[in-house]
């Protein structure tokens, strides 16, 4: 059992608004939309769980390169060694390994080809994960649950292995690794200390790993007892009795209050979830003949569910949410808006808004961080850990496409609600974002115009080699101008003046290049390469319409992305990103199409996860894009056609039924 499954913390009670119905007429049944998607396993599914200095126009910038010297040689190995620490440091720990001990009647412990007759579904209208299957001909049933607001786990087992102490509860605390896809070190047992306290029904274990200390308090029903099995590794065993409850709570306190009982922790998770799919947004494709349209709900359905569960804490999600470690635990900041954005379109600002209060926290930062390069305002972190600091390296520092996200975050949380209040709670934030965009573009005298970079790394990393002198991304170049517009419009509506060099940007920043009638990812050679993300498309798509991108353009853009594209180099969030491209040149055929495109960074496991590679066995990201590209193609966006459901084709074979959905920007 991995971390997901005992660390759910996922929002706090009333996290959803009720919204209005949408426009179609017939009603949905929201508990059979969502039952239709219960995730079931019948076998054993490991993959399946279930949770230096640049040059910058003639002015030497600082930048947390790490990996290069002077004149960009290789760093000396002394340097790339501290750049690997701050790499990886700070990193989440396992916090423990709850399993079973399963024992033959020989003796002998279990195997998994031991175990037959496996039958594992996921309850997403109770937030119940029920698992049964036989060992030895012998059953075994399991229940088990999270609290909605502690980080707390219930298990519930019933089996007559219990009684006869051939099945027992485990639970393993290891010691912290910076790897990756790899946080726990079972191989250092002196490094740190397990201490266990325990009573007639209760213990509570301390584990003290270097600076870092955490309680985990259990308590369980009936005659039993917590006996160490080796360093850090203990086992629990009830003896006479066919039935076990444990409770599982995981504190950074000592003190905590008193743990409930299985069937409390389990009216809790109903009370959520119930609440959860009876409020906000709803799709029902059910009616639709397409034959993509059962697994587009299915998809639809589970991301509400992966993302409300990994996606929804007080700080910015890290791409694998809860179930492993990827980029040494960190998070990244371009990302949180395909972890998060959708959840306004959803109904559901609460839980974006749970993670925004982290940005304030590291404002002061973040004008440092501008400050030391010669910015004003406020440059946020790209790969960052709790306390903001950047992750060095060849294009974390590089990377510019996450500065406007927190004005699009208010504009869609001021779309949501419209009022005073909203304003003034993300003013600050918004204010010194755009004062650090308007300082980054540089005025080129030359040819009269503002420019981005060097040195850059675009949303589309191939370029990274050639960071020093990258400039002007289609996709960037749209966004600064976008996210610079809405800053002056919440000067306006905070009854301010609109600032005059905001305006100057807006007005003279590059037009993106256009080259055989499309444009290019960057304006120097080699201009476009067809491998990662095709992000110019995203400068119409993510980004809405702005004076600088011409829709025939866009469409001959698109075009020749489908026809040459390298697909197996793209991303999990790309298709949802292509689709919104697609919804708005009026193209909902080639909306779908690519929504649902049959390619390996496409497809989504039986537990709603999408499968990216071996060492990203799922990717959020994608998960999050997709809930904003269907809500966008089912409730429209700002200046769509007037018509139900515009990013849905309108061939006879899609029926879409939608309720509480906001229009997207």
């Not at 998070?331 to 993670?355: D, I, K, N, Q, T």
Request: net charge neutral; with cysteine.
């Amino acid at each position: 059992m991995n971390r997901r499954e005992f660390i759910i913390a996922s929002a706090a009670a009333g996290l959803t608004r009720k919204l209005a119905p949408g426009p179609t007429g017939n009603r949905i049944d929201r508990a059979a939309l969502v039952k239709r998607h219960f995730p079931l396993l019948t076998e054993a599914n490991i993959n399946s769980p279930l949770q230096v200095p640049y040059d910058s126009h003639g002015r030497e910038v600082p930048y947390a390169d790490g990996w290069s010297g002077p004149g960009h040689s290789p760093a000396s190995p002394r340097i790339q060694e501290a750049v690997a620490w701050l790499r990886q440091d700070p990193h989440r720990i396992d916090l423990g390994r709850v399993g079973f001990i399963l024992r033959k009647a020989d003796g002998a412990n279990a195997v998994l080809k031991d175990i037959t007759n496996i039958h594992q579904q996921l309850d997403l209208l109770d937030g119940r994960l029920v698992s049964s299957f036989e060992f030895e001909d012998l059953p075994v049933r399991v229940t088990t649950l999270c609290h909605p607001q502690r980080s707390l786990l219930a298990i519930r087992v019933k089996s007559p292995l219990i009684a006869t102490e051939r099945l027992g509860i485990s639970i393993a605390f290891p010691y912290a690794s910076g790897g990756w896809q790899n946080e726990e070190d079972w191989n250092s047992p002196d490094r740190y200390r397990t201490e266990i306290t325990q009573s007639q029904s209760s213990a509570v274990f301390g584990c003290v790993l270097d600076a870092t200390r955490y309680w985990v308090h259990a308590g369980w029903s009936g005659t039993a007892s917590w006996a160490k099995a080796e360093p850090h590794h203990f086992h629990l065993f009830a003896p006479r009795q066919n039935e076990l409850d444990l409770i599982l709570s995981f504190s950074p306190e000592l003190s905590v209050s008193e743990l409930p009982s299985f069937e409390q922790v389990r009216a809790a998770a109903e009370h959520y979830w119930q609440e959860f799919w009876h409020s906000g947004g709803a799709i029902d494709l059910s009616s639709s003949t397409d034959p993509r349209a059962e697994e587009l709900e299915r998809r639809i359905i589970l991301s509400q569910y992966l993302t409300a569960v990994n996606c929804s804490g007080s700080l910015p999600p890290q791409e694998t949410g809860l179930v492993t470690d990827s980029w040494y635990g960190k998070f990244h900041l371009e990302m949180h808006w395909w972890h998060a954005a959708h959840f306004v379109l959803w109904g559901r600002s609460p839980l974006l808004e749970r993670s925004l209060p982290w940005y304030a926290g590291i404002l002061p930062r973040a004008r440092e961080s501008a400050r030391l390069q010669g910015y004003r305002g406020a440059r946020w972190p790209k790969m960052v850990g709790p306390g903001g600091r950047e992750s060095p390296g060849a294009i974390n520092p590089f990377i510019i496409w996450q500065q406007p996200h927190p004005i699009y975050y208010a504009e869609l949380l001021y779309h949501s609600r419209p009022n005073r209040g909203t304003l003034d709670r993300y003013r600050e934030i918004v204010h010194e974002t755009a004062e650090f965009m308007a300082s980054y573009a540089w005025w080129d005298s030359a040819s009269r115009r503002y420019i981005l970079g060097p040195p850059l790394v675009p949303a589309q990393e191939s370029y990274a080699r050639i960071r020093a002198r990258v400039t002007n991304p289609t996709f960037e170049l749209a966004y600064w101008q976008w996210a610079l517009s809405i800053a002056q419009r919440w000067r306006e509506r905070l009854g301010q003046k609109r600032h005059p060099g905001w305006d100057r940007i807006i007005a003279r920043i590059s037009r993106p290049l256009v080259r055989d009638g499309i444009y290019a990812a960057i304006d120097v050679a080699p201009y476009t390469l067809y491998s990662d993300h095709p992000s110019m498309l995203y400068a119409l798509g993510l980004v809405p319409p702005t004076p600088l991108i011409d829709p025939e353009t866009m469409r001959r853009t698109f075009q020749n992305v489908r026809a040459r594209w390298n697909w197996d180099s793209t991303w999990g969030w790309d298709y949802p990103a292509m689709a919104m491209t697609a919804a708005r040149l009026g193209e909902p055929e080639n909306a779908i199409d690519v929504l649902m495109m049959d390619t390996p960074k496409n497809r989504y496991l039986p537990d709603g996860q999408c499968f990216q590679q071996s060492n990203l066995p799922l990717y959020l990201p994608a998960n999050g894009g997709l809930l904003y590209a269907t809500a966008m193609m089912a409730a429209g966006w700002h200046g769509a056609p007037n018509v139900d459901t515009p990013g849905f084709p309108r061939n006879g074979r899609w029926n879409v039924k939608h309720r509480g959905l906001l229009p997207a920007l």
